[in-house]
């Protein structure tokens, strides 16, 4: 017999394939086995229909194309023996799905067949019904489902009932129909019956609000004492299982009860004792046992409050964790995580075994048992819990250490009592995994300890100690370099000492040691070596005798290949040598900064001003604060490709704190250099505790002809070296301020009002706001462009949090300066002036035009007011 004719018995093919020794022999046998298959459907061969059919199936599981025999399972179910509709119903389930539009052919044969006398021919038709049927099967077919299930034979009414749970959720709107006949199969003997109904009256349930009513005022009763009945149940063979009767059934029950009683006191009343009862009865020391009881907790979590069998549920978790098998207290915790919610008294009687898990060797539990202990912890706790995670924190696992580190340091911040003692935590917490703290937590740090003024000798001395022993710690070095560099005449002459404080004896020389022993080590990143030549420069104005030697160590990084490196050091190297008379000023020790501000600041909020070191609240600069608006395509109503970011300015107060300028470098328009954007150089220097715009370079602030409005106390400083910040004193020469930076010259932002003049532009009004540009040009440069917009309040209402922000195409560069103020008078009575500069690289062919968006608030109320700016004047 040729091996690839459709009289080939199914056997063979598969003894054929599996001889195969590679997957090219594999394709070939398929091939000619699915040539001959399709020969014998264009002969409508029906003799060997239902092998060539089955021959098919394997085919299509292991991969291959099959669709051509749709159509032969079609004709399989028409016929009238049942062999041939077992193939064709198989064949069916197996080669099409809900979506294939072959499927609606079938309706018919499937009817016929929901009545056909033979029991096992309608078993096939619901069996199919239940696993391909689609939402127009289901409202044709509902009806025959309906009546099977008061069919004779429990094997029909089992699966009628499966095959009615995929009816309601293709068609929820079926769901009243079978509420009736869902709710009489509660009442079935036949365990498997009751399985399938239970889970049909809990679908039911979960889909319409109507059902569940039904269900809880008729049926939590019955549902109760068939939940006793199985628990007292004698011991059954065909249904025992480890010993308990029927687990299966336990666990839907309670999973239907769970529902009923959720949000009902009644109901859950009712189920109490049955609960309790089952939940003291069950053996856990078998699998099956354990899965009734977990379900057990789980219903009574979720159903209405009742204390003592909350604290028995709590108990049984608290078993589980004790529990050998992993799985077990992995969904224990998970369990946990919810009850804290409900009875956190009742969960903290197992915080020792629960401090335990967070030891153990399975990295899953670990995670968990972490995420509840952060959940446990409260004001009366922290010390105790905080320190056995801190103990735990030296001898876990690496990559365990930086979620351990995470929730740690979110505790001490969280619950801290005292600032000596949230010290004292992130001092034992940095030698030890001090590489695993995240920037936003050290910095925290820093703010704590400029606020402690009666701790600094304390933290510099503890931070100086921890540096001997773990100075691979790369956070740690950076808070004690720069403790040291703020405080290290405190930490030289032992000041501020506590009664529970060990002396210690630290020259001059040994400071300066710590700092250049940390920026030699080569595994530090350019940040913390940059903090370290910032603490030498503040160390040389702190220890005039060490002066030369830290002048020397500045100087060999003056040939550094980092950049960044180079720049301070030639910078630091020009202050020590060349001006020694600002140096105490420009290093002076850093103000403290509002606590209040930077948890402002890193909950996402800007407030409106900041404290400045002469105490006077700064105003922030407009375009600080982010607005939640649509994106950028849509502020500008074009395409993706033609539009540039939108300028706004502002910075990061910290990085002035740290002198590190950690932001991306960005090149400016008709420049060919990068320069720093953010924190500014001579920012650093200062140690002010706010940034300049990015629009007002270093050498536009020191220029003698050039009045920065935005930052008056850096020119105070430089003008009074030898005291604080004064307004009276007299301006400084360029001359002097040039050779600061050793003969970078000035670049005016804004050039002098000599050029062409040009009528004032009404942009945008509305019944609220009026915005008005005027434009000016400088001789010889027709492509720039600037702008002065003047903001007015047509309202009663004063607009605070006031935010400008312009968005133009990719042939326009927009660059703005900051904001005259972020608050608008009422009615006129001021304004609001913000600086642009456009640049037009389409000068003469392209006119401007610009899309703005103007944000405020008003009586606490976000307001977000937008439109487009087309009419300027041609020449521009």
Known sequence: MNPFSSGTRLRDMIRAIRACKTAAEERA??????????????????????????????????????????????????????????????????????????????????????????????????????????????????????????????????KAALCSIRIVKKVPDLAENFINPAAALLKEKHHGVLLTGIQLCTDLCNISAEALEYFRKKCTDGLVKVLKDVANSPYAPEYDVSGITDPFLHIKLLKLLRVLGQGDADASDSMNDILAQVATKTESNKNAGNAILYECVSTIMTIEENGGLRVLAVNILGRFLSSRDNNIRYVALNMLMKAIALDSQAVQRHRATILECVKDSDASIRKRALELVYLLVNESNVKSLTKELIDYLEISDPEFKGDLTAKICSIV???????????????????????????????????????????????????????????????????????????????????????????????????????????????????????????????????????????????????????????????????IEKHQNIRSALVERMPALDEATYSGRRAGSVPAAVSTSQGAPLNLPNGVAKLTAAPLVDLLDLSSDEVSAPSSSGGDFLQDLLGVDLSPASSQPGGNHAQKSGTDVLLDLLSIGTPLAQSTSTADMLSSGHENKSSPHILDKLGSPSGPPSQDSPPVGSSSMMDLLDGFGPVSSVPENNGPTYPSLLAFESSSLRVTFNFSKQPGNLQTTYVEAQFVNKSPNAYSNFVFQAAVPKFLQLHLDPASSNTLPASGNGSITQKLRLKNSQHGKKSLVMRIRIGYKINDKDVLEEGQVSNFPRDL
Request: charge should be negative.
């Open 29 to 158: 046998v398929v091939r000619k086995e699915c040539a001959a298959i399709r020969a014998a459907i264009s002969e409508n061969d029906q003799d060997y229909r239902h092998r060539n059919l089955a021959k098919l199936m394997f085919i299509h599981m292991l991969g291959y194309p099959t669709h051509f025999g749709q159509m032969e399972c079609l004709k399989l179910i028409a016929s009238p023996g049942f062999p041939e509709k077992r193939i064709g119903y198989l064949g069916l389930m197996l080669l099409l799905d809900e979506r294939q539009e072959v499927l609606m052919l079938v309706t018919n044969s499937i009817k016929q067949d929901l009545s056909h006398t033979n029991q096992y021919i309608v078993g096939l038709a619901l069996c199919a019904l239940g696993n391909i049927c689609s939402a127009e099967m289901a409202r044709d077919l509902a009806p025959e489902v309906e009546r099977l299930l008061q069919f004779r034979d429990p094997n029909i009414r089992k």
């Open 413 to 575: 911040e969280k619950f801290s009592p005292e600032k000596i003692w949230y010290i004292d935590q992130m001092l034992k917490v940095l030698p030890k995994a001090g590489n695993y703290v995240k920037d936003e937590v050290w910095h925290a740090l820093i703010v704590v300890i400029t606020n402690a003024s009666d701790l600094h000798g304390y933290t510099v001395r503890s931070l100086y100690r921890e540096l001997q022993t773990a100075g691979e710690q790369e956070t740690l070095v950076r808070v004690a370099v720069w403790c040291i560099g703020e405080y290290g005449e405190i930490l030289v002459g032992n000041a501020g000492m506590l009664n529970q404080e060990d002396p210690i004896t630290v020259t001059e020389s040994d400071a300066v040691d710590v700092i250049e022993t940390a920026i030699k080590r080569h595994s530090l990143d350019l940040a913390t070596r940059a903090m370290c030549l910032m603490a030498l420069l503040k160390l040389s104005s702190r220890f005039p005798s060490c002066s030369q030697r830290i002048n020397d160590t500045i100087i060999h990084y003056k040939e550094s290949l980092v950049l960044e490196l180079q720049q301070r050091a030639i910078e630091f190297n020009s202050i």
